[in-house]
């Protein structure tokens, strides 16, 4: 099975700076790749997506990832940090080699905390 | 429109007794997924159906794990009996598959005392 491997548990980063949330992704099969965010007590919201294309993807509420394959990451980024964005961030892809770009049977990296510091 | 609305929002029970969770699709989505996430295990998938149809159901815990969709509007996870284990978030998810996007309830919080 594919799978997504977030290094951090917990990224703590100043209000306005810059903030990178790290995923790195299993060699074998496709690179189909998802970001989702958990906001407290509230289910999973996608941020993006990578299925093909240009390696930089942009996504809801100011955020954007970048899709390198070569050090085979999927990095979250944003270039100034907000209170609100201190929430649970999830990395994905499907599990299957063979399912395409269906985000069926997603397979979900452990989570990153992310607390952003007025 | 709607996102994916699930049913009850919080429950607290007693050992042994029966859960049902319910879960509505978005309308017009073929796809419906059925995640438990808990501290321990994160994020798990436990059964998908598509066109109502359970295609992998790999991640039922066990055999006191069911789920049925009746029809494309409505589905069902249920616990029996129930044990503290079972304590969790359960999330009904659904997309239109082919690329698409998963949209998630707000999760049914349940506790087993």
């Known amino acids: 099975a594919q799978s997504v491997a977030q290094p951090e548990d917990q990224v703590n980063v100043a209000e306005g700076n810059p903030l990178t949330v790290k995923c790195t992704y299993s060699?074998?099969?496709?690179?189909?790749l998802f970001w989702y965010v958990q906001y407290p007590n509230r289910g999973l919201q996608f941020l993006l997506k990578?299925?093909?294309?240009?390696?930089l993807v942009k996504g809801s509420y100011g955020f954007e990832a970048e899709f390198n394959k070569s050090q085979t990451s999927f990095h979250l980024k944003k270039p100034s940090a907000l209170v609100s964005d201190s929430a649970l961030y999830f990395c994905?892809?499907?599990?299957?080699?063979?399912?395409?770009?269906?985000?069926?049977?997603?397979?979900f990296g452990k989570g990153t905390k992310l607390s952003v510091i007025p | 429109d709607a996102g994916v609305i699930q049913s009850p929002r919080h429950e607290v029970t007693e050992m042994g007794q029966e859960v049902t969770l319910r879960c509505k699709p978005i309308?017009?989505?073929?796809?419906l997924f059925w995640y438990r996430q808990t501290m321990m295990r994160g994020l798990e998938l436990l059964i998908y159906?598509?066109?109502?149809?359970?295609?992998?159901d790999s991640g039922m815990p066990e055999d006191r794990f069911s789920a049925k969709m009746p029809n494309a509007s409505f589905s069902t996870l249920k616990i029996q009996p129930s044990e503290p284990r079972d304590s969790a978030v359960y999330f009904c998810?659904?997309?239109?598959?082919?690329?698409?996007?998963?949209?998630f309830g707000e999760g049914s919080w349940l506790t087993v005392v």
């Open positions: 994905a892809r499907p599990a299957l080699p063979d399912s395409g770009a269906g985000s069926y049977q997603l397979t």
């Open positions: 159906f598509n066109n109502n149809v359970p295609i992998d």
């Open positions: 990578y299925i093909t294309g240009d390696n």
């Open positions: 060699v074998s099969g496709n690179p189909y």
């Open positions: 998810a659904s997309s239109s598959g082919g690329g698409n996007t998963i949209y």
């Open positions: 309308s017009g989505h073929d796809y």
